[in-house]
């Protein structure tokens, strides 16, 4: 196969391809920063073409949906797919029009397999779960359990089961009690993680987690990535993907735009942060700057390079105090600052990781 040097685009245009990043994961623009060599665009599973065109069947799994419609759409597609989750089973499939084979790519650490989506902004409410069962007609007996309340739409999770077996009657035909009109409520989670499930045309099954907070930017989309070589159980010899499946591990709603395959060499690097003068005690905050294309990258903070470099702090925006001020050698006639030493890693360690570090004076 061969494969065309091109940057990547979005909406027509040579896109960031990707910003920013949650609070343990840093991703950045390539725009500006890397040339097209760096990245190269392989076969693609999905890209938002019309079902009835592509040839992609879609099918809800467990108490999952998923339905395609042109409300949010990715680099010039016309559709994008409606995932509805409410739990790592509960989901969608979709199975791809023609199989698209990753094994040329499991030995190149480069490789990725990258699913761009908008997923949920916040947990769904609280909702109710079911009814107690009816009273039982005899006494001392119960009735069957309640009906599971229903969850809205990707929103809170399904309803608890009813409490069930309803209550002891008294004499033969039962008594109510006023245990049996009380409602229970599921407290909402927000999702973290994408469930992804690959099937291969043999029929094994290849499965990963995604962390969100590993997502880097392109506007409202977001762009999750795993390098294909370390996707448990792959084998180049039995790497033809037919289905993708696709679940949240909290209810929720995913807008899924593309996925595709992306070999992507940029190197890591992050901006020189300055040094400071802070106030013993006082919590200050700090942020860096960072880029490594669609990799999904980790940073971490050392507050004090005297004792070795050790991971005291994580993620791209945190907040620290410091306990005692900047010391005085009397030996060197100098004052000792804090070197704090910021590591940008790639999460899952293809590429080589960069440091940053700057000097803090703490004052009494």
Excluded: C
Excluded at 56 to 68: D, N, P, Q, R, Y
Excluded at 168 to 173: I, K, M
Aim: charged share 20%.
């Amino acid at each position: 196969m061969t494969l065309k040097k091109q940057p990547f685009r979005s909406a027509g245009r040579i896109a960031p391809l990707l910003t920013g990043l949650g609070l343990a994961v840093v991703g950045w623009t390539l725009a500006g920063h890397v040339g097209a060599q760096a990245v190269i665009n392989g076969p693609v599973l999905y890209q938002g073409e019309p079902s009835a065109k592509s040839g992609v069947k879609l099918a809800s799994w467990g108490s999952g949906a998923i339905t395609e419609d042109n409300k949010g759409v990715f680099n010039g597609g016309s559709m994008s797919l409606r995932i509805v989750s409410h739990g790592l089973y509960q989901g969608a499939s979709i199975q791809l029009g023609k199989t698209v084979d990753l094994g040329p790519y499991v030995d190149n650490k480069f490789a990725y397999l990258s699913f761009v989506l908008v997923p949920p902004t916040a947990p769904g409410p609280a909702v109710a779960g079911g009814f107690p069962g009816s009273p039982g007609k005899a006494a001392g007996s119960g009735g069957a359990p309640g009906a599971p309340g229903l969850g809205g739409e990707g929103g809170g999770p399904p309803g608890a089961p009813g409490s069930g077996g309803g209550f002891a009657g008294r004499g033969q035909d039962g008594g109510l009690s006023s245990k049996a009109l009380k409602v229970t409520y599921q407290t909402p989670q927000a999702m973290k993680n994408v469930r992804i499930v690959l099937v291969t045309a043999t029929g094994r099954q290849l499965e990963t987690l995604l962390p969100l907070d590993s997502a880097v930017d392109d506007g409202q989309w977001k762009r999750l990535s795993i390098p294909i070589s370390v996707i448990p159980g792959i084998k180049a010899d039995d790497a033809k993907i037919k289905e993708v499946r696709v679940f949240g591990d909290a209810p929720g709603i995913l807008r899924l735009g593309n996925i595709a395959v992306i070999v992507d060499q940029t190197p890591i690097t992050v901006d020189t942060l300055p040094n400071r003068d802070l106030a013993r005690l006082a919590s200050h905050d700090f942020r860096v700057a960072a880029r490594g294309g669609i990799t999904p990258l980790s940073v971490s903070w050392d507050w004090d390079a005297s004792d070795g470099i050790q991971d005291e702090g994580q993620g791209r925006f945190v907040s620290h105090a410091f306990r005692k001020e900047s010391a005085y050698d009397r030996n060197t006639n100098k004052i000792l600052d804090n070197v704090v030493t910021v590591t940008v890693k790639d999460l899952y360690g293809s590429k080589k990781p960069a440091v940053t570090k700057f000097s803090v004076h703490v004052t009494p």
